[in-house]
């Protein structure tokens, strides 16, 4: 395998989301983020507009929470990022917990820092296709390193 293609395949992405944002967990969050061994590629705060959060969750468009998830995702600032580890879509997924924090394990990043299932602090890419997917939507080229 080329070795562009092999990096490619160990990267995943992530938004620390609005709530955990807010309520000041984003640097902590990055601490537990860089000490399981995931490098930086990318990172950056930014805010969704509605037109933008609704562009990102797509997929999720028919589905009965799809408003409300754009609202939240929309609200205020978020931080962005690309991220690199043997696995890292996988073990990035194990970091941050089940998606409703309740059935999160102890540890993770949801256990530690979401509220509920609609606002869950963090989000992970579930395959190495949607995490090209979602790092090319907020990152150009020139910002990866
Ligand atoms: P995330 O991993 O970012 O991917 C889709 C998001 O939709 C998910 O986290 C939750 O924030 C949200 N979500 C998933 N299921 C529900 C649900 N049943 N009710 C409200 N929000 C949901």
């Not at 028919?62 to 879509?89: H, Q, T």
């Not at 917990?97 to 256990?111: E, F, M, N, V, Y």
């Amino acid at each position: 395998m080329p070795a562009k293609q092999k990096r490619m395949s160990n990267r995943t992405f992530t938004m620390i989301k609005p709530d955990a944002f807010a309520n000041g967990h984003s640097g902590a969050i990055l601490d537990i983020i860089i000490k399981a061994g995931f490098r930086l590629v990318a990172l950056k705060m930014t805010s969704l507009s509605e037109a933008k959060a609704g562009e990102f969750y797509a997929v999720h468009r028919a589905r009965p929470f799809y408003g409300e998830l754009v609202e939240f995702m929309s609200r205020g600032p978020i931080i962005a990022a690309i991220l690199e580890k043997d696995n890292a879509v996988a073990d990035f997924r194990k970091l941050i917990g089940a998606t409703d924090p309740a059935k999160a394990d102890p540890g993770t990043i949801r256990k530690l820092f979401a509220a509920s299932l609609g606002e869950n602090a963090i989000h992970g890419s579930d395959s190495d296709e949607n995490a090209l997917i979602e790092g090319d939507f907020f990152f150009s080229g020139l910002e990866k390193v």
